[in-house]
């Protein structure tokens, strides 16, 4: 029984799942129609911005038009980035999108110019398309010599030196391949054996395997969780099949820039890319374009925060915006009229009026109650915590009156609570006790106001100043 048990939580420690503030969200949550549905893919209200977002995002797909920018404004917690997200899940695999801060730029190693053309060249994918020669066949027989040492057993230390056979067939045909010591070092690292449906790159000399043959299914009486059983295949063995990769520019900028370039990949320690080797690179691939070998893929580049960039990063994204390599830029910001970082002069966002002319501006709402009340079902679910529906009325009511992130970060607080008093359900008495322990802005704008005197460099608001604190 002991056994049982530590098995079980051995599984269970293999399950690692983060919980992210944005992770309950699946997609834009809009029906055929490009219409927004109240609550769907983890969205909630914001339908004018959802179905503007969707207008975007079908923009993007057709991949037409590049260098749009698209600014989300709005107030803190009305879900800017919330939609930034839900448009990457929508988006899918095939499409890059890259996302930063834009406080980011000024911590880098790099310069500000150079860290933004990193990000924008990480945003463009390439489909490059290339013909390979594939023999591809189920195994019927494989057979490997190794040679004898000195001793009479097999060597194993001499590797170029083993041969070997392999018979391989389709439904209409059956042949015997000679293999050399690459090849037979590729078939052993994935563990191919006879019944197996496998492709062979004769280029590259890459073993792929594509299942177990469905007419060896009953070779045995227990087969693992990830056996995959796939049809013999027919015609030719060896055909011509059209392979496709799809890589980001700033992926080739690397790999260009520098001897073993493909390892600054993993390190992140890409360090500055010359102009000469970006030239290159575009021009290569506009050559690839024209003979159809190559596809570009303009994805998207999200900026949060972007009233932290100054004057320069403006000016350079104005001139950036009108390549014809550029992506769908989609920036956030929380900021009302404010000064333009860099300057003394004010402006709506904190960006200048030449680049907001270039701008379409998606504005989001506060959420109202109901929102409210939805939004928590839903991260309660995602963080599997079970609630009474008073509890969840209280808790809707705080993030009415303080903010929508105080309650959502409320709710594990009072799991751990409910817990603790060994209770399954968290209730009433859960969230208010939490509550107590942990002040939202207002409450400790308040405290800190009372208590000023005794804090250190202290300075003592007018009370329109305090008004204004509180509010915020």
């Given at each position: ?11 269970d420690?293999?399950?690692?799942e ?10 834009l949550?809009l ?9 769907s ?17 079908k ?8 260098g ?9 917690g009305t ?19 890259a996302?930063m ?12 110019t150079?860290a933004?053309t990193?990000?924008f ?5 390439v ?30 230390s ?6 070997g ?12 391949y000679?293999?050399g ?11 191919v054996?006879s019944?197996?449906v ?6 590259s ?20 969780p990830?056996?995959?059983?796939v049809?013999?295949?027919?015609g030719?063995l ?33 360090g ?5 080797v970006?030239?290159q690179?575009d ?10 070998k190559a ?10 925060e ?14 950036a915006?009108?390549?014809?390599m550029?992506?769908?830029l989609?920036i ?19 960006i200048?009026?030449d ?13 109202s ?15 599997e915590v ?48 939490v509550y ?37």
């Open positions: 029984m002991a056994e049982i048990k530590r098995l079980s939580e051995s599984r420690l293999t399950r690692i983060r919980i992210g503030a944005h992770s309950h969200i699946r997609g949550g029906d055929s129609s490009m219409e927004a549905r109240d609550v893919e983890g969205m909630v209200g914001q339908q004018p911005a959802r179905k503007a977002a969707g207008l975007i995002l923009l993007i797909r057709d991949g037409k038009i590049a749009r920018a698209i600014l989300i404004a709005g107030q803190p879900g800017k980035t919330a939609i930034a997200m839900a448009l990457a899940k929508s988006l899918g695999q095939e499409t890059p999108f996302s801060s834009a406080s980011e730029l000024f911590s880098l190693e790099l310069s500000k150079e933004l990193q990000a060249r990480r945003a463009i994918g489909r490059i398309k290339e013909e390979a020669e594939i023999i591809e066949g189920e195994v019927v027989e494989i057979s490997i010599d190794r040679p004898i040492s000195s001793n009479g057993n097999p060597s194993s001499n590797a170029a030196a083993k041969t056979k392999l018979t391989l067939k389709t439904t209409d045909m059956e042949t015997v000679e293999l010591a690459k090849i037979i070092e590729a078939l052993n690292k994935e563990k054996q019944g197996d496998v492709a062979l790159d004769k280029a000399g890459k073993v792929t395997k594509l299942g177990r043959s469905i007419g060896r299914s009953r070779d045995y009486d227990a087969v693992g990830h056996t995959k059983f049809r013999c295949p027919d030719e060896q055909k011509r099949k059209e392979v496709v990769h799809c890589v980001t520019l700033h992926e080739i900028d690397v790999i260009n820039s520098r001897t073993q370039g493909f390892l600054a990949l993993f390190t992140g320690d890409t500055e890319i010359r102009a000469e970006r030239e690179i021009t290569k691939v506009g050559e690839w374009r024209e003979e159809g596809e570009i893929i303009p994805g998207v580049l999200f900026i949060d972007v009233h932290m960039l100054d004057i320069e990063c403006f000016s350079f994204l104005n001139r915006l009108e390549n014809e550029a992506p769908i989609v956030a910001t929380n900021r009302g009229i404010t000064n333009i970082r860099g300057t003394n002069y004010k402006s709506p966002h904190g200048p009026p680049f907001l002319d270039r701008l379409l501006i998606i504005a989001t709402q506060p959420y109650e109901e929102e409210i009340c939805k939004i928590l079902d839903i991260r309660c679910d995602e963080e079970e609630m009474s529906n008073d509890a969840k009325v209280l808790l809707t009511k705080i993030g009415v009156e303080t903010s929508l992130r105080y309650a959502i970060h409320l709710i594990t607080a009072a799991a751990l609570a409910c817990q603790k008093r060994k209770g399954k359900i968290v209730e009433i008495d859960d969230i208010s006790r107590g322990l942990f002040l939202d802005v207002k409450r400790s704008t308040k405290y800190l106001m009372e208590y000023q005197s005794q804090y250190m460099f202290n300075e003592v608001l007018d009370e329109g100043d305090a008004d204004e604190a509180m509010q915020s």
